[in-house]
């Protein structure tokens, strides 16, 4: 059985199982399982506290993992990323009060809070700069107020929790996060890996595309087609009105409505955008 680890609780938790459970996976339905075994798909489903997640991989107890980027580099386990999940994103940054102008050189000798030293450590190397490392479980961004740290080191999302806490965010982002999928590094791809990877990339594009027909007179065709150029090629099909083709392409949701003004201007009439409910590409 392929043996998987899933966070148990924290951000990335929920959007973890809903998306397994769109694969077609099996998730627990009680929190306080801690194992979820998928005799269907053969899947063994572990649920650990995110931060262990690379661990346990990396120590080959388990297959795969899902984790956040960032939460693998701290780390620093023997755990490869396998693809990036479309969620979860952040980015981690420096902040401290008053720093809008400050660089990353600015912060030698001084001391920083953050709850990823391992992380840290290696980028302030890499720019060739000597700090003490505060290491703190959460809530760092109370660190500077508090007395322990001239600046911080942490995760931001929205950014609230860093604005209200008075600090601003300077130099440049250290890394730009998401939700991956991980696996042992060095091994072959265990049996199992393949199909997770096709359903798990069909629910990401059936997320982020949508279908959409239209009508467009024959002279069109071309300029249509390159405004909806779809994924391989759009499907062209003939209509019972001379002259007029139909066409049918994904496009990416977000430019739904843009690329529905340019049609329109192109000379399509009878345009229609549908969800995607599942896909394989
Ligand atoms: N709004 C967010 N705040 C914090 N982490 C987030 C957010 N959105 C996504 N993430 C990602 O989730 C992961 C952190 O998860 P989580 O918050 O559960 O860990 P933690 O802060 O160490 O745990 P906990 O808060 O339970 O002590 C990181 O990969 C991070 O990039
Ligand atoms: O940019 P924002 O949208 O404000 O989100 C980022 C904040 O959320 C996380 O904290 P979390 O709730 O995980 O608490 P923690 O600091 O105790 O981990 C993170 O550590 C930041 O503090
Ligand atoms: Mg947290």
Same mark, same amino acid.
């Given at each position: @059985?392929?043996?998987?680890?899933?966070?148990?609780?924290?951000? *990335?938790?929920?959007?973890?199982?809903?998306? *397994?459970?769109?694969?077609?996976?099996?998730? #627990?339905?009680?929190?306080?399982?801690?194992? *979820?075994?998928?005799?269907?798909?053969?899947?063994?489903?572990?649920?650990?506290?995110?931060?262990?997640?690379?661990?346990?991989?990396?120590?080959?107890?388990? &297959?795969?993992?899902?984790?956040?980027?960032?939460?693998?580099?701290?780390?620093?386990? =023997?755990?490869?990323?396998?693809?990036?999940?479309?969620?979860?994103?952040?980015?981690? #940054?420096?902040?401290?009060?008053?720093?809008? =102008?400050?660089?990353?050189?600015?912060?030698?000798?001084? /001391?920083?809070?953050?709850?990823?030293?391992?992380?840290?450590?290696?980028?302030?190397?890499?720019?060739?700069?000597?700090? /003490?490392?505060?290491? $703190? &479980?959460?809530?760092?961004?109370?660190?500077?107020?508090?007395?322990?740290?001239?600046?911080?080191?942490?995760?931001?999302?929205?950014?609230?929790?860093?604005?209200?806490?008075?600090?601003?965010?300077?130099?440049?982002?250290?890394?730009?996060?998401?939700?991956?999928?991980?696996?042992?590094?060095?091994?072959?791809?265990?049996?199992? $890996?393949? *199909?997770?990877?096709? #359903?798990?990339?069909?629910?990401?594009?059936? /997320?982020?595309? #949508?279908?959409?027909?239209?009508?467009?007179?024959?002279? =069109?065709?071309?300029?249509?087609?390159?405004?909806?150029?779809?994924?391989?090629?759009?499907?062209?099909?003939?209509?019972?009105?001379?002259?007029?083709?139909?066409? /049918?392409?994904?496009?990416?949701?977000?430019?739904?409505?843009?690329? @529905?003004? =340019?049609?329109?201007?192109?000379?399509?009439?009878?345009?229609?955008?549908?969800?995607?409910?599942?896909?394989?590409?």
């Amino acid at each position: @059985m392929l043996k998987i680890a899933l966070p148990n609780k924290g951000s *990335l938790a929920e959007e973890t199982t809903a998306m *397994l459970r769109e694969a077609g996976y099996k998730q #627990r339905t009680d929190l306080k399982d801690l194992v *979820l075994v998928d005799e269907a798909n053969g899947v063994e489903f572990y649920y650990l506290r995110p931060r262990d997640i690379a661990v346990y991989v990396g120590e080959r107890t388990l &297959d795969l993992g899902f984790t956040g980027r960032d939460m693998l580099l701290d780390s620093a386990a =023997e755990a490869d990323e396998i693809m990036p999940l479309g969620f979860g994103g952040t980015r981690f #940054r420096f902040a401290a009060p008053g720093a809008s =102008e400050w660089t990353v050189a600015d912060l030698e000798g001084k /001391r920083i809070g953050t709850s990823y030293p391992g992380l840290l450590r290696s980028y302030l190397d890499s720019h060739g700069v000597t700090a /003490r490392l505060i290491k $703190l &479980d959460g809530a760092v961004e109370s660190s500077v107020r508090l007395g322990v740290a001239d600046a911080v080191a942490d995760v931001v999302e929205t950014g609230s929790t860093l604005k209200r806490a008075g600090l601003v965010m300077f130099g440049d982002s250290i890394l730009d996060s998401e939700a991956i999928l991980i696996k042992q590094r060095g091994v072959a791809d265990p049996s199992g $890996l393949d *199909l997770l990877k096709r #359903r798990l990339t069909g629910v990401i594009a059936a /997320r982020n595309y #949508r279908m959409i027909d239209y009508n467009v007179p024959v002279e =069109e065709l071309e300029a249509a087609c390159s405004i909806t150029p779809g994924i391989d090629s759009p499907t062209v099909s003939p209509l019972h009105r001379e002259g007029w083709v139909a066409v /049918r392409a994904m496009i990416p949701s977000k430019q739904a409505q843009a690329i @529905m003004d =340019e049609l329109w201007d192109a000379g399509a009439e009878g345009i229609l955008v549908t969800d995607i409910a599942a896909c394989r590409l």
